[in-house]
């Protein structure tokens, strides 16, 4: 079975406003959240790997609004 790249999208497919211009703020991007599963995948302890986890996904929701919370948790079981 191949991947299709949408499997791997953990922000929705909404279009938004683009930031002001002088903003310094960026938010997180999808490769960002994809290498950071990755190494979540690649941790030992299972409660460990859910308490980073559970961290992260307040993070990125704060980081992100259109962060997908529960495409990045069924990422992290594949």
């Not at 994809?34 to 990125?60: H, N, P, R």
Request: aromatic share 12%; net charge negative; charged share 40%.
């Amino acid at each position: 079975m191949s991947l299709d790249m949408y499997d791997k999208d953990f922000i929705m497919d909404t279009k938004v406003d683009k930031k002001p211009e002088n903003s310094i703020n960026e938010a997180f991007t999808r490769q960002h959240y994809i290498k950071i599963a990755d190494v979540i995948k690649k941790m030992k302890g299972v409660e460990d790997k859910e308490s980073v986890t559970d961290a992260l996904v307040e993070f990125f929701k704060n980081d992100n609004k259109l962060f997908d919370e529960q495409r990045f948790r069924d990422y992290l079981k594949k």
